[in-house]
């Protein structure tokens, strides 16, 4: 049995790479995997899409290629450039030589020699430790051209370079696109993968991820951490902090050997956990403190 084989196995993967998650999400990552076709990944900022691409190279051995989407990103950007300095030179080199003949010389400039692979052409690339896993980050932050031309490149996993032809991937790439939902991706794009919403955990799943991530925090302040943020993400806030800052919190917290929370740590530390400063100005003073009982009330046996 490989570790692929089975949802569990997919699950006991994921884990001993310090990604814990539930039953649904190992399991479209498993029909994922055994019917080779995309996943996409929607969900708030800091839930973890972006960390299964990297637990899942990591787990498999294999090669992780990432593209991190930006408002104007292009084909020609994500795929392949020629390096145009480096054909500048050949082709003064070949003047200084006397000439070359035009022909041979334009196959030259645009050869492998002078390629330079963006993303999507790497992925298409053979690889020696089986195909790679292409993460396409934040593709809600691209427009809809962009897309359009990705339909083509994960319908059938191929590139067009004009001068060049046609390369196709002769092991398709383990392909997890991610959308932190800023606006709506195209239901067409949409029908090539799998598909799955990445919510924030219940307190117990967090607890799981806290101690895979932060192993050396205390039971106590690691449950105190946990409900403490997941109180806050109930309150009326610009940006809700997600489990990425969780574990940056507590971490933080263990550099400053803290043992319990309080409203002075709190107050000292919250830019680790809120990152806009009007939600961090509305747990000033008696909120922190309010919001703190608040979460040790729960923590409480009933």
């Known amino acids: 049995m490989t570790q692929t084989d089975t949802i569990d196995a997919v699950q006991d993967m994921l884990a001993s790479q310090g990604y814990v998650c539930g039953r649904a999400l190992a399991t479209v990552v498993f029909l994922s995997l055994k019917l080779g076709r995309p996943l996409f990944l929607e969900g ?20 992780l290629i990432r593209l991190q989407c930006y408002e104007g990103l292009d084909a020609s950007t994500a795929v392949y450039e020629w390096n145009f300095p480096a054909q500048m030179v050949a082709i003064r080199t070949a ?64 590139v067009t370079i004009p001068e060049l032809g046609t390369v196709q991937a002769p092991e398709p790439p383990i392909v997890i696109v991610t959308s932190n939902r800023t606006r709506e991706v195209h239901d067409a794009l949409k029908r090539r993968c799998l598909y799955h919403w990445v919510d924030y955990p219940d307190f117990d799943r967090e607890i799981e991820i806290l101690h895979a991530r932060a192993p050396e925090a205390a039971e106590t302040l690691s449950r105190e951490v946990v409900a403490f943020v997941q109180r806050l993400r109930t309150e009326d806030l610009f940006k809700k902090p997600g489990v990425a800052e969780t574990i940056d919190w507590a971490k933080c917290l263990l550099a400053l050997d803290v043992i319990n929370l309080s409203p002075e740590v709190i107050g000292d530390t919250l830019g680790a956990i809120l990152k806009y400063q009007d939600d961090i100005q509305k747990l000033q003073g008696s909120e922190a403190k309010r919001i703190l009982d608040e979460a040790k009330a729960t923590l409480e046996p009933a």
């Open 44 to 63: 708030e900022a800091g839930v973890g899409k972006t960390e299964i691409a990297k637990a899942l190279a990591a787990g498999l051995g294999r090669r």
């Open 95 to 158: 003047e200084a030589a006397g000439g070359a003949d035009r022909s041979t010389l334009r196959t030259e400039l645009f050869s492998d020699e002078f390629l330079v692979e963006r993303p999507l052409l790497q992925a298409m690339r053979p690889d020696t430790h089986g195909a790679p896993v292409l993460l396409i980050d934040e593709l809600d932050r691209t427009d809809e051209p962009f897309e359009a031309f990705l339909l083509e490149a994960l319908s059938d996993f191929q």
